[in-house]
């Protein structure tokens, strides 16, 4: 009934032409900006093997493969909205990455109205069989919680829109969901703005736990419920004064609990703890050096220079 549709590249490149080919100046891109050659030939764990480029952008950690699939989601303008590793035999999200900068972050519509028809729809990226004939949440107990919020897609009606579908769900408890999981969603909305021609970007990794034993339960019809959810964030950005681009990389990890706490520092990992506790090796196309340095901070250098209350 869904089909997934795929883009191959139909030219001939050599992995080091394409990555230097998608190093371009827009705001949405995936580029490096470092300025050589070097630094993208020494990147081992990259995703530029993979003939999908979108996953050749920084907000994608290293693909699991397997019973696993990419789906991203495109605009009308081409642009991407965000990507979901999607497992086909667990049917649940293992996450959502997507970015954040000046453009996509203004606010030209409003979230879908609640009492929408078809609220939260199938992806139409889906195979058949990849998920439930009916929605589950419906009666479970749990939220539609979303990895891509809402409040981060209200550019246009589209790019809202798409963050219903069901892919991008993990089931959640209400308290947790507009609780502390909220609280650092808005927390991150904050470090982009709309205004001012910024170049900054801010690419996000958001799921629940689905892999290792001990953190996911099954309730009806093995339907996935997290035990953890996490977040990666990284951010590229430039100060005033300096050339450079720099980068910056925060985790978080919550137990799935009703939590109405509005502190977020204790629940504020390194990038290297994040990936021990999940198996996900986040922003894995970044130059190795870059990668090894942000992943690497302490918890009170992450919280000094991301502001964490």
Known sequence: MYKITRKRNVWVVTLLSLALFTACSKDDDSSTNTGGTEDITNNINSNLKDLRSATHRLEFPKLKGGHSTVLTHKLRTGEVNYSVEWDIEKMSNRWTCYQIYASNAQQNAERKPQNSPNLYPMDPLWTANAFFSDDPYYGSGYDHGHLCPSQDRVNSRESNDQTFFLSNMQPQVHGFNAGIWEVMERKMRTYIT???????????????????????????????????????????????????????????????????????????VSIRELEEKTGIDFFCNLPDNIERNVEAKSHDQMTLIWNIK
């Not at 170049?199 to 419920?225: A, H, S």
């Not at 996490?230 to 951010?235: D, K, N, Q, T």
């Open 194 to 268: 709309a205004t001012g021609g910024s170049k900054d970007t801010l690419f996000i990794c958001r799921g629940g736990t689905i892999d290792n034993q001990g953190q996911f339960t099954y309730i009806r019809n093995k339907f996935i419920v997290p035990t953890y959810f996490f977040s990666a964030a990284l951010m590229k950005y430039k100060v005033k004064g300096q050339g450079e681009w720099q980068y910056k990389a925060i985790g978080f990890w919550f137990k799935h609990e009703n939590n109405s706490g509005t502190s977020l520092k204790p629940y504020v």
